[in-house]
């Protein structure tokens, strides 16, 4: 078996041990004689998988009972416009700008009200922090932040104030990367395919005094509040991701569960950056100290041919998925959870050679 090591910013790599559960439970899934893909969602079987994810996912993350928990499809992106159809009703939002994803959200809320942006991480021509500073209007129906910037590189670690406002947050490529204290936020969702599992569910993370305010005039299946009620079970959820996000959930839980996974998280972070402020003649990071992702770490080098020269031998030396999102170019090493910290340490090793060769 050869396997590479994969800095896909998503969908990303996986844990291994997860991976090989679910290849010996493919066929006979816990001697029932069937594939869990042929399991009814209604069926005993199905169900243990569905409440031990749920359980799991409010243990690791202290989940306080006023909140709920949902799985969802539609991804992130379904989300951008599932937030302001409940929440909006043609009134103001304000949004904070973080680069291409939180543009994304703002442009689909336009479609019912009137978005605004609060705060803007962007300087010059380029995105360079998490702003925690906000301009807040005072009849806004909620904020609307990205917790990790996945393509520019940006990440909160603590998050503004904002006062009573219901805070609403993208959190598809770090939930789940430290401890969070669930009750600052009205609603929390994230695609399970860069930090917590396969693609094909979005989970989301609702207050539910929040989501019994969301309106009611489209159909139910884009409603919180009836995904809630019916325990995301209202039509066939997807069974199969829900089940291996739960696997992952297993995983973490094995691995010191999210304080574990911030020690791992911060570890792989100060190695990277480390060799790049040991070198801004070689490395440019765009993203100031203190908003530099943990998850994403976007930098560059002195030209686009090195970059590409390093892209080839860093792929021939089996490290692959490093090339930054087309939009900003560069290099950008994606160190989700699951990320072993051995391997960042690998790359930033053959980082360090790359620069004394050429540098
Ligand atoms: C990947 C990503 C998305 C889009 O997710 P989909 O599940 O593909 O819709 C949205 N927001 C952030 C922050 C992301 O990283």
Redesign the pocket.
């Known amino acids: 078996m050869s396997r590479v090591i994969n800095f896909s910013?998503?969908p990303a790599t996986l844990p291994l041990s997860v991976l090989e559960e679910v290849r010996d439970e493919l066929i006979d899934f816990r001697g029932s004689g069937m594939s869990l893909l042929e399991h009814s969602h209604r069926g005993k079987d199905y169900e243990a998988v569905h409440n031990a994810a749920n359980a799991d996912l409010r243990e690791l993350l202290s989940i306080p009972d006023t909140h709920t928990v949902l799985w969802m499809q539609?991804?992130?992106?379904?989300?951008?416009a599932f937030v302001p159809m409940s929440f909006l009703g043609g009134g103001v939002a304000d949004y904070v700008n973080t680069g291409s994803?939180?543009k994304?959200?703002f442009e689909s809320a336009k479609f019912y009200g009137e978005p605004r942006w609060a705060g803007t991480g962007k300087e010059g021509d380029k995105f360079v922090r998490a702003p925690m500073t906000l301009d807040l209007s005072a009849d806004a129906k909620y904020v609307h932040l990205?917790?990790?910037?996945?393509?520019m590189g940006i990440q909160y670690d603590a998050f503004p104030d904002v006062g009573d406002k219901p805070l609403v947050a993208?959190?598809?490529?770090d939930l789940l990367w430290k401890p969070l204290d669930v009750s600052k936020f009205a609603l929390i969702y994230a695609?399970?395919?860069?930090n917590l599992g396969p693609?094909g569910v979005?989970l989301v993370i609702a207050r539910k005094d929040f989501i019994e305010q969301g309106a009611k005039d489209f159909p139910e299946i884009f409603q919180y509040r009836y995904i809630a009620e019916n325990d995301s079970l209202q039509n066939t959820p997807p069974t199969f991701a829900i089940y291996m996000v739960g696997k992952v959930l297993k995983w973490v839980k094995a691995n010191g569960g999210a304080a574990g996974m911030e020690a791992r998280n911060r570890k792989k972070g100060e190695l990277l950056y480390g060799l790049i402020d040991a070198h801004p003649e070689f490395f440019r990071c765009p993203v100031e100290q203190g908003s530099r992702s943990v998850m994403n770490a976007v930098f560059r080098l002195p030209t686009e041919e090195l970059e590409a020269q390093f892209l080839a031998e860093t792929k021939a030396a089996g490290m692959v998925n490093l090339k930054g999102h087309r939009s900003v170019g560069g290099v950008r090493v994606s160190m989700y959870n699951a990320m072993e910290p051995e391997n960042v340490a690998k790359l930033v090793e053959f980082m360090d050679a790359f620069r004394k060769k050429h540098g």
């Open positions: 910013p998503g539609g991804g992130a992106t379904g989300q951008f994803w939180s994304k959200a990205t917790s990790n910037a996945t393509i993208d959190m598809s490529s695609g399970a395919q860069k693609a979005t």
